[in-house]
């Protein structure tokens, strides 16, 4: 069965660097565009960032463009997520995600509408 779980959620302070990883199993990996999303409570998901299945593509929301970096290891079936700079404005939980196809470049293949498979979620919180 396709799983997707993942790690490295917590708690830091504003300012702070966290990491996130991703472990994918049950799909074939390399071929899958990826992606993190999050979303606060009472919020709308927001597409955080994507990485084109060979990994030399990616695209960033405004909000995080700069100071995090979502890469992936595919001999690993492993997707990471790098948060540099965290503001409080990003506590939320943070899902990854796999898709088959993202249409669109830029902005539009940060929907979650293209994506098949969702891991559970990891919460990050970050406090002043």
């Known amino acids: 069965q396709v799983q997707l779980v993942e790690s490295g959620g917590g708690s830091v302070q504003a300012g702070g660097s966290l990491s996130l990883s991703c472990a994918a199993s049950?799909?074939?990996?390399?071929?899958?565009?990826m992606g993190w999303f999050r979303q606060a409570p009472g919020k709308e998901r927001e597409g955080v960032a994507v990485?084109?299945?060979?990994?030399?593509?990616?695209y960033y929301a405004d909000s995080v463009k700069g100071r995090f970096t979502i890469s992936r290891d595919n001999a690993k079936n492993t997707l990471y997520l790098q948060m540099n700079s965290l503001k409080p404005e990003d506590t939320a939980m943070y899902y990854c995600?796999?898709?088959?196809?993202?249409?669109?470049?830029?902005?539009?293949?940060?929907?979650?509408?293209?994506?098949?498979?969702w891991g559970q979620g990891t919460q990050v919180t970050v406090s002043s």
């Open positions: 049950g799909y074939t990996y390399s071929s899958y565009y």
């Open positions: 990485i084109y299945p060979g990994g030399g593509v990616t």
């Open positions: 995600a796999a898709a088959a196809y993202v249409p669109y470049d830029g902005k539009r293949c940060l929907q979650g509408r293209y994506y098949n498979y």
